[in-house]
């Protein structure tokens, strides 16, 4: 009678494991998230001179510091992006140039922002502003991101200095993949 009891429980068991195995379904979804680089500049970016007030002053704008470079960023395992400017079209005044300073990420976003580079002067020439970007995001809009602030220098000789109305220079900003 023990014996039986026995059987009886272990079928009783097994039939109940085949019952509940045929209410589960394994099922697959696949997925992958492509490489994002995506940027935008907020920007105020007029820079003019005004005449000085006095004899014997340079005359000189002061500095552009209502810019934010914002982007979104996701690579791959191990790699990172860097952002690049360059002068695109237009040309400077003779005896001028205009500085670039990108200030550290403000907070505004969260992953693996990138690292500024130090101060560069504009150039036709692409130059590495922002290096070292994974997978992020800044945030968007003013105050978000890295702060440019825009310098003119002008040669203090001031020996080729001209007469210039409505000159724009357009800057090209790239995120791309780093070597």
């Not at 680089?37 to 014997?56: E, K």
């Amino acid at each position: 009678m023990k014996k039986d009891i026995l059987v009886v429980v272990f079928v009783l068991f097994s039939f109940t494991n085949i019952i509940a195995q045929s209410n589960n379904a394994v099922g697959n979804i696949n997925f992958s998230i492509p490489s994002v680089a995506i940027l935008n500049i907020v920007t105020d970016n007029t820079i003019s001179f005004s005449s000085p007030s006095q004899a014997g002053v340079i005359i000189t704008p002061g500095a552009s510091t209502s810019n934010w470079l914002n982007y979104s960023s996701i690579v791959t395992r191990d790699y990172t992006n860097k952002i690049t400017v360059n002068i695109s079209s237009g040309q400077l005044p003779e005896s001028t140039s205009i500085k670039l300073e990108t200030g550290a990420d403000m907070g505004g976003g969260a992953g693996r922002v990138g690292t500024p580079v130090n101060e560069i002067t504009l150039s036709e020439s692409p130059q590495d502003i922002i290096t070292g970007i994974g997978s992020c995001y800044t945030g968007t809009g003013m105050q978000k991101g890295h702060q440019l602030i825009y310098s003119w220098i002008t040669d203090k000789k001031y020996n080729n200095s001209k007469v210039c109305t409505d000159n724009t220079i357009a800057l090209t900003y790239t995120i791309l993949a780093a070597d």
